[in-house]
């Protein structure tokens, strides 16, 4: 689940790299709501055989297109890929559906549609490749950029790199701690002799 909110948190982030499981938890969490407001929508007597949608799926669809997008895009990027490469897919998509819509009898639907499956087959290759190793042109790598955010100067960083701490510096530290009445006389004592070692 936190990995779908964390894609709807980037709701129109084109940049950067996406892990394969922030992108495939946002689909299988995607499927899941969409499955189930169809369901609402069924009960309630709003879905539409025809559409192949209800009211609350058709709204639902319509607010993750843009977060749905951009993960694409991202996770394309994580495999060192443009994201232009969906775009295009996308709009090859488009066409052939409106194609389907406007023309059924068509004598190009069938090659468009074979074109169209092949190219589908070849994305969803992509979404599954694990991503480059390291920084590429897109970003640093996703599997190790909370352990190393502190370079690229990411707000808010949990993890700092560790620094080898001054004896002085740990000393008046301990000697802080002891007139606060946080550690006592003894508990200083024993510190400062292993400091001094």
Known sequence: ???????????????????????????????????SLMLVDGVTGTFSREEGMGFL???YSVAVILPGIGVSIRRLHDTGQS???FGVFFIFAFAVMLIMELSPKS?????????????????LINL????????????????????FAWAYKRPGSPRQPEQPEDPLDRLERLASLKSRGIISEEEFEEQKAKLLK
């Open 83 to 85: 994201g232009w490469y």
């Open 1 to 35: 689940m936190g990995w779908y909110i964390e894609v709807l948190k980037k709701y129109a982030v084109f940049k950067g790299r996406a892990r394969r499981a922030e992108y495939w938890y946002f689909i299988l969490f995607n499927l899941i709501v969409s499955a």
């Open 107 to 123: 004598p190009l639907l069938d090659p468009l549609v074979l074109v169209l499956g092949a190219l589908s087959i070849v994305l």
């Open 128 to 147: 599954a490749k694990k991503g480059q190793p390291g920084e590429n042109r897109f970003g640093p790598d996703p599997l190790h950029v909370d352990e």
């Open 57 to 59: 799926s058709g709204i």
